[in-house]
């Protein structure tokens, strides 16, 4: 399994606009793509405006190939795009250790 770590920065006041637009698009667009296991959302607690999105895949190809070189990935980047103050910060790993 490999997680998807993106470091997102919205613009100052989208807050709820933003999260209602990320889980829609993660239950309508991600939810679909081959290779998707799950996702995690957290909000930032000193910095409100930035988001952890974690998203599970079975391989890395499945989302560096199957779902960024799919037509997925546009509807994707449409739902979330415009709240983004920046282009996101994405890195992928691998589990090393898990507890109970």
Do not use: C
């Not at 890395?60 to 070189?69: A, K, N, S, Y």
């Amino acid at each position: 399994m490999i997680l998807e770590l993106a470091d997102i920065r919205i613009h100052p006041g989208q807050n709820a606009a933003f999260e209602e637009a990320i889980v829609r698009g993660l239950k309508r667009v991600i939810h679909e793509v081959k290779g998707f296991q799950g996702y995690k959302v957290n909000r930032g607690i000193e910095s409100s405006e930035r988001y952890v999105l974690q998203i599970f895949w079975d391989t890395l190809e499945d989302h560096t190939v199957g779902f960024r070189q799919s037509s997925a990935f546009t509807e994707w980047r449409s739902i979330v795009g415009p709240f983004f103050a920046a282009p996101p910060v994405v890195e992928h790993f691998e589990l090393v250790a898990k507890s109970a």
